[in-house]
Nanobody, 115 residues
Framework: QVQLVESGGGLVQAGGSLRLSCAAS????????MAWYRQAPGKQRELVAL???????NYADSVKGRFTISRDNAENTVYLQMNSLKREDTAVYYC?????????WGQGTQVTVSS
């Protein structure tokens, strides 16, 4: 069973930066697709960034140029560097692992951006 543990959320002023981390247990990480999603109050969960483990990354249009996803396979950890944060980035951020037909979610970490 895979466990994903997010950390790094918090309160930040608009224009500031945060780095989220997601540590994965088990042995699937190196070959897994890792992604960050977010869900704001009253809204659907949406994909923020994805890393397919083979050098391909993808971003939501709303975060392109501001957010960067990266991974450390030696540490089984995926990161989301968030710069130039905006109030509309306020949400609970979730880490997700996809490995074939298997999918796992973290518990989420709150990011709040104040004006």
């Amino acid at each position: 069973q895979v466990q994903l543990v997010e950390s790094g959320g918090g309160l930040v002023q608009a224009g500031g930066s945060l780095r989220l981390s997601c540590a994965a247990s088990g042995s699937l990480f190196r070959s897994a697709v890792m992604a960050w999603y977010r869900q704001a109050p009253g809204k659907q969960r949406e994909l923020v960034a994805l890393d397919n483990s083979r050098g391909l990354t993808n971003y939501a249009d709303s975060v392109k140029g501001r957010f960067t996803i990266s991974r450390d396979n030696a540490e089984n950890t995926v990161y989301l560097q968030m710069n130039s944060l905006k109030r509309e980035d306020t949400a609970v951020y979730y880490c997700k692992m996809d490995y074939g037909s298997l999918e796992y979610w973290g518990q989420g970490t709150q990011v709040t951006v104040s004006s």
